[in-house]
């Protein structure tokens, strides 16, 4: 008999640059690959409460021909055994390789997957039969929280101040883990703390 794996009760969707790792513009060298403070802690929680984490990142550095897309695969291996040192793992890495305009062939289209568009975000939503009301998603540019609204997905932006934008009114926060953290709370999926002081 086969195992059907039950419907995870949330999921979380993350940009990748400046949000789980630190921003270098246009990333190119596995080894300048480094993950943000508290960012492991942040994803094995959500590990050991089998709530998805999956990656959202638009890497047009491959439609301008500065790096290739396997070596956006390498580096999303990178980033998960970084984080398999810390007992914590990237459930599904999704990426958008295009640039319409610019880009080089095959890459050079207008493509449903570039943040702002939600294509990606609808795919990750898809692929664990959720709805958008179990989802968020979290990044530091407007482009994530606009993809994030596209789909009536909770959007979170990590700002240290408050963006104008005429149609968003995105919640900001500092970090990924204030985000989830937030989320959690929200959707009452936090496990019970452990007290020490109480038998
Ligand atoms: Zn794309």
């Not at 970084?82 to 493509?111: K, Q, S």
């Amino acid at each position: 008999m086969q195992e059907v794996a039950p419907r995870p009760s949330a999921l979380v969707l993350t940009d990748r640059d400046g949000t789980l790792i630190r921003d270098v513009p246009y990333l190119s060298r596995l080894e300048d690959i480094a993950l943000l403070p508290g960012v492991a802690k942040t994803i094995r929680t959500l590990n050991r409460l089998e709530i998805p984490v999956v990656v959202v990142t638009n890497q047009s550095g491959v439609a301008r021909g500065y790096f290739s897309e396997a070596f956006v695969r390498d580096s999303h291996d990178r980033i998960n055994a970084i984080l398999a040192g810390e007992g914590a793992r990237v459930d599904l890495f999704l990426y958008c390789p295009h640039l319409a305009g610019v880009g080089i062939a095959p890459y050079d289209m207008d493509c449903t997957c570039r943040k702002p568009r939600s294509g990606m975000l609808k795919r990750a939503l898809e692929e664990f039969s959720l709805l958008p009301e179990r989802a968020m998603m979290v990044g530091d540019s407007l482009r994530d929280v606009e993809a994030a609204a596209d789909l009536g997905i909770a959007g979170y932006l990590i700002s240290s101040g408050i963006p104008s934008s005429a149609t968003l009114s995105p919640r900001i926060v500092s970090s990924f883990s204030a985000a989830v953290e937030d989320f959690l709370t929200e959707k009452n999926l936090l496990l019970p703390e452990r007290s020490p002081n109480v038998s």
